[in-house]
């Protein structure tokens, strides 16, 4: 190379010294610099772990309080069920009684008898047997 400076012996190498100086330097910094980072991810890594870890815990407690209401629910409506089938049951019954009654018509019949009748008017046995046993001693003097 013709336009290069003559180089003095030994400048060759202390150029060479000092890369390879360097070199060790900058390859510390690097580790260093990767080993902050790789514990910077593994503290996020565990922080990770520890929500997906609380998410799981708090999902099953929420899931088996789902479940318990789910529960105390099917039981409250087979509860319902049975008080509904017991009305039912109880309806019929007053239905059938109310069919055995007397209509509005055969009350009016009967009402219409009642005052032919004059029952209140009747006498009962033991009153016509004092008026028997009265006008007897009246008779025949007792």
Request: cysteine-free; charged content about 35%.
């Amino acid at each position: 190379m013709p336009n290069e400076a003559p180089k003095e012996p030994g400048a060759e190498s202390y150029a060479n010294q000092r890369k390879e100086a360097a070199q060790p330097a900058d390859l510390i910094a690097e580790i260093n610099n990767l080993s902050r980072t790789v514990k910077t991810l593994e503290d996020k890594s565990l922080n990770l772990r520890k929500k997906v870890q609380l998410d799981e815990q708090n999902s099953l407690t929420a899931h088996r309080k789902f479940f318990d209401d789910i529960k105390f629910i099917n039981s409250d409506v087979l509860e319902i069920k049975r008080e509904i089938e017991d009305l039912k049951d109880k309806i019929k019954l007053i239905i059938k009684e109310l069919k055995l009654t007397a209509k509005s018509e055969q009350l009016q019949e009967l009402q219409k008898y009642i005052e032919i009748w004059e029952p209140v008017n009747f006498v009962t046995r033991n009153e016509v047997q004092k008026i028997v046993e009265r006008m007897m001693e009246q008779k025949f003097g007792g």
